[in-house]
């Protein structure tokens, strides 16, 4: 008898198609902008230079970077998200190159000035060994004196604004949200079931919760010599008052 494949989210195409429109709202994506903004500022990046994109989504800040004048290389998993991603690019004649690929393999050695990951695309899989397989795959993929930048939520942020229930309405889709923490407060579930008029679609993912000092420690362990941790793009300290948890890492 042929043994039953595992479900892995992160690899449903039918998921991501469901959750586009929540995730990719008209507010995430207005804010590229001006995050770009702060990414080139905390970075010192300068236009002309190379930087990854990886787990780009709808390329939002791919696009956004290619409009202030850097090489761009997006790679995400979905290969739907890319193919909007590139229209969007042919549209406004940028030249960026799009790639499917698994963060868990894509790596093009010391080829990059910078590298962002944004959004909490990380800590998808269930084993710690592939998210440091990631983070490796990123230091090696930089030159000498490259920067990462990470924007994830935090593990500090979450418990302090944790609701195991929300519901929320973006383009139309009313999202009815569960969240449930576990593993001794290193990963959270979620079940979201979307109502879109008569239609309803349920999905489930989760992720690995990190600290900032987790993340510092799995950052440095990967061979960035210097981590510095922020509470939004701002480059505003990391208390109390965090947004997110913002780390900008050099090789």
């Known amino acids: 008898m042929k043994k039953k494949q595992k479900y892995v989210w992160y690899e449903d195409k039918k998921l991501w198609k469901a959750v586009g429109p929540t995730v990719f709202n008209p507010g995430i994506m207005a804010s590229a902008s001006g995050q770009v903004k702060q ?14 994109d990886l787990c780009c989504g709808i390329g939002r800040h791919s696009l956004e970077l290619a409009r202030r004048g850097f090489k761009v290389v997006g790679v995400d998993l979905t290969q739907e998200y890319l193919s909007k991603a590139q229209r969007a690019a042919r549209a406004e004649c940028l030249n960026i190159q799009f790639v499917c690929d698994d963060m868990r393999r894509f790596c093009q050695l010391e080829y990059f000035d910078a590298a962002i990951n944004m ?3 990380f800590g998808y899989f269930e084993s710690p060994a592939d998210d440091r397989r990631v983070i ?12 990462l930048i990470m924007e994830t939520m935090s593990k500090e942020i979450l418990a302090r604004i944790y609701q195991p229930r929300l519901w929320r309405e973006e383009n139309g889709i009313v999202c009815l949200q569960e969240h449930k923490v576990s593993q001794n407060w290193s990963w959270i579930d979620n079940k979201w079931l979307l109502l879109n008029g008569r239609k309803r679609q349920e999905v489930r993912f989760g992720h690995r919760l990190y600290s900032a000092a987790e993340l ?10 210097s981590v ?10 990391y208390d109390h008052n965090a947004k997110r948890l913002i780390a900008v890492a050099k090789k």
């Open 216 to 225: 510092t420690t799995l950052l440095k362990d990967c061979g960035f010599s």
């Open 136 to 147: 490796s795959n990123i230091y090696y993929s930089l030159r000498k004196g490259g920067t």
């Open 119 to 121: 959004y909490t695309a």
């Open 228 to 237: 510095k941790i922020y509470g939004d793009f701002t480059g505003v300290d």
């Open 39 to 52: 990414i080139v500022k905390l970075t010192g990046i300068r236009k002309g230079t190379k930087v990854l």
